[in-house]
């Protein structure tokens, strides 16, 4: 392997090499060029930089939450965008084509000087965040960019976000398990497998490339999450709880993402469990609402809290409070089009609390599609609209495009069963959550739905209608 020119990162890269220290918090996302979500990160920020082309993408936290912040280089030094210039101002923002005019501009300079790893990095970075950008061209260069230097984990992960926003898992796993035999020691690499192995549906496997990473890493805090996940969809509430509580305090030096998002699936285990509703205002209240005082502030992981317990009939009370709290911090512009994600349940949360012209003008964003107007319905309470522009044969998985996992997008499937219920489409209702108990016949939500259709239909109590589901299973 040829020997390049070492890249600098905050922790722990040099040359090809990125070292798991410095890639956990590296993501790539290619949404919209601007300010990046994440102030001040808690964590050292991960830079990668290529020097000799005087060009930096800086990248950090979440995938769904992050952005592309090119920089340029001054000596050596990288120079941020939010930094303070010469003139002793500080930069809020960098219009998109002053940003793609420097691109250009670096672009050229790109020559002689530059290492071979630098030019494949520039040039599959490139497509990304160019006017004429070209997601499958870019794909395909980080493919190719990893057959060269298959230890460039930073690129990995480039490209991992890449299909994640693409909503293809399958050529991600084809490009993880390329470099995994030179990786196999990088706890960081087997959690990285075991998320397209997840959105495949291929548990046991997943499950397996998890506590391969754990074995490494105790602390691997994406090990933990992927573990949770295997857990989740198998139904063992409990024991996702033990287990990720128990490691918890490792947690303390992540990235504000993920340290919401590894409680936030705490949460839905204690939530399909049946815990008392204290155990879920604990969670928020401790480890998700006070994140949000911090610099590195992620909205999206308490935003999808609150719109799972109110498809579950449970935002009441102090919920509702908190959720107006949350959703006066949401009307800043400032947090808007960073994902269609983050967007469609900031769309809900506008709209639930009343605000709906701030909603509205979310919802009138380039990045929304359909999805996003049936939610601001749902939030309106108009569930037959909602549920037209949903149509009766949606599947939420089909939206994997908007930057969420299997298990955040099915709080739309539940959204939906709940419109049907709730616009008297009692048959197609009973239809579709018997089908979803018998992909997860021990999910206690789907059960609690039927039983819902069963006491609104046929007038059976509560008692009698769950006895009848689990013995008879509506047959």
Same mark, same amino acid.
């Given at each position: ?8 990162? +905050? ?36 830079? /990668? ?6 060009? *930096?993408?800086?990248? $950090? ?18 120079? =941020? ?21 420097? !691109? ?50 930073? *690129? ?13 898992? +399958? ?16 706890? #960081?690499? @087997?959690?990285?497998? +075991? ?14 490339? =998890? ?17 949770? @996940? /295997? ?16 490691? =918890?305090?490792?947690?303390? *030096? ?6 919401? @998002?590894?409680?936030?699936? !705490? ?19 401790? @480890? ?29 009370? %102090? ?7 949350? +959703? ?10 960073? =994902?269609?994600?983050?967007? !469609? ?30 939610? #601001?319905? #749902? ?11 949903? &149509? ?5 998985? &089909? ?26 489409? %009692? ?34 109590? *509560? ?7 689990? $013995?008879?299973?509506?047959?």
């Amino acid at each position: 392997m040829e020997k390049t020119q070492e890249v600098s990162v +905050a922790k722990g890269v040099t040359g090809e090499l990125v070292c798991t220290e410095a890639v956990e918090n590296v993501w790539f996302s290619p949404g919209r060029l601007g300010r990046s979500q994440s102030k001040t990160p808690r964590r050292e920020e991960a830079v /990668v930089q290529i020097s000799a082309s005087k060009y *930096s993408v800086l990248s $950090v936290d979440d995938a769904e939450e992050c952005e592309v912040l090119p920089t340029t280089l001054n000596g050596g030094e990288e120079v =941020s965008i939010e930094e303070e210039g010469e003139n002793g101002t500080r930069e809020e923002d960098l219009l998109e084509d002053e940003i793609l005019e420097q !691109i250009t501009k670096e672009n050229e300079k790109v020559g002689e000087q530059s290492t071979p790893y630098e030019k494949a990095v520039f040039e599959a970075v490139s497509y990304l965040i160019s006017e004429d950008r070209d997601d499958d061209l870019a794909l395909e260069l980080h493919t190719q960019l990893l057959q060269r230097f298959p230890k460039d984990l930073a *690129s990995l992960k480039r490209a991992q976000v890449l299909c994640f926003y693409m909503g293809q898992p +399958a050529p991600f796993l084809s490009l993880v398990q390329q470099v995994l035999p030179v990786n196999q020691e990088e706890s #960081y690499i @087997h959690g990285m497998l +075991a998320f397209p192995l997840l959105e495949l549906g291929r548990m046991e496997e997943a499950a397996a490339a =998890s506590r391969k990473g754990y074995e490494i890493n105790k602390e691997d805090a994406w090990a933990h999450h992927f573990l949770c @996940h /295997v857990l989740q969809h198998e139904c063992k509430f409990k024991e996702a709880v033990e287990f990720m509580e128990e490691l =918890s305090e490792s947690w303390q *030096s992540c990235s504000s993402f993920l340290y919401t @998002h590894n409680w936030w699936h !705490i949460a839905l285990c204690y939530l399909e469990g049946g815990s008392p509703m204290r155990k879920i205002e604990e969670i928020y209240d401790n @480890h998700i609402w006070k994140e949000l005082e911090k610099g590195d502030t992620v909205y999206l992981n308490a935003i999808a809290l609150l719109l799972r317990l109110d498809v579950r009939d449970a935002l009441k009370g %102090s919920f509702e409070d908190r959720l107006k709290l949350l +959703a006066a911090r949401l009307t800043d512009q400032e947090n808007w089009y960073m =994902s269609w994600h983050l967007d !469609i349940l900031i769309v809900w949360a506008l709209a639930k609390v009343g605000e709906y012209s701030k909603a509205h003008e979310l919802l009138e964003g380039p990045k929304l599609r359909l999805l996003g107007e049936a939610v #601001y319905e #749902y939030a309106k309470g108009n569930y037959k609209q909602a549920l037209e522009l949903l &149509g009766s044969d949606f599947n939420a998985f &089909g939206y994997k495009i908007t930057g969420a996992s299997d298990e955040q997008i099915d709080v739309f499937n539940e959204m939906w069963c709940q419109l049907l219920l709730k616009t008297g489409q %009692s048959k197609t209702a009973k239809e579709v959550i018997r089908e979803r108990t018998k992909v997860r016949d021990g999910v206690p939500s789907m059960w609690r739905l039927l039983v819902k259709y069963n006491n609104a239909f046929s007038g059976r109590n *509560s008692v009698t209608t769950t006895l009848f589901i689990f $013995v008879n299973n509506l047959d």
